[in-house]
């Protein structure tokens, strides 16, 4: 086993002023369902395997363990913003991290859901968002933004990216699902496919990007990777996939963005 973590990354991402990164479940100490770089304290994992992956993910920023940035990910549409590297944030719960300082290491853990990477290149702020669809239909990318606008962010020049998630041919949903989305609008009914008389799939990636065009985000500024987790087995978790096959929970990915600080 290669212990060393490379992550996929996104061109819209690619900017000399920040390290960003996708990571897969590959090139890291767990084994088993965790296999191999777990970086959730929330699974059947040793803490000394999960700090290790975490060291490995910190390695590729070129920081210290002590400068990644996770938080108590609940679901919901709280947004985290991080002024210094002596905030704690472990126990907060939220599923969104801003900053505009250098050298913090904002981290998001999925296994299914989308991980969402944002940057201003002009006012040099970055975002890591953690989007189900609870958190969608209670708008935290909105929310999200809202946080760069007021931190003076135009939001024509913000760079979204959405990496591995469970995929528009995988994600098979309920009625009631389905009903609560168009309870909300009933134009959220072009994010679902019929399946058969019982089941529908939902685009997740889709509402995800539609959001950020109504909040005024650029349709060039937003790009998906358009990887299933579901699908690729050996690429990426999925808590689905384990949910499916009754195998038991699975380790969680993380994906990480950080501003690089400026040579003096």
Known sequence: MSNKAMPLLNKNLNFKTITHGFFTRKGGF???NNSSLNCSFNTNDTILNIKNNRKLVCDYHKLNIENLKTVKQVHSNKVLTINNLEQKTN??????LVTNQPNLILGILT????????????NKIIAAI???WKGAIKNILSNTIDTFIA???NTQNIKLAIGPCIGPMSYEVKNDFY???????????KYFTNLNSNKLRFNLPEYIHDEALNKGVLNKNISNL??????EKEMFFSFRRNYV????????????????KKND
């Open 30 to 32: 767990s084994n088993k």
């Open 91 to 96: 126990e907060i719960e939220a599923d969104a």
């Open 111 to 122: 296994a299914d859901c989308a991980p969402v990477l944002a940057f201003d290149p002009i």
């Open 130 to 132: 953690h989007i189900g």
């Open 151 to 153: 931190m003076n962010a």
């Open 179 to 189: 009903d609560n989305f168009l309870k909300i609008n009933i134009k959220n009914k």
């Open 226 to 231: 358009k990887r299933d987790t579901f699908i």
């Open 245 to 260: 096959k009754n195998i038991g929970d699975c380790g969680r990915m993380i994906s990480t963005i950080s501003i690089n």
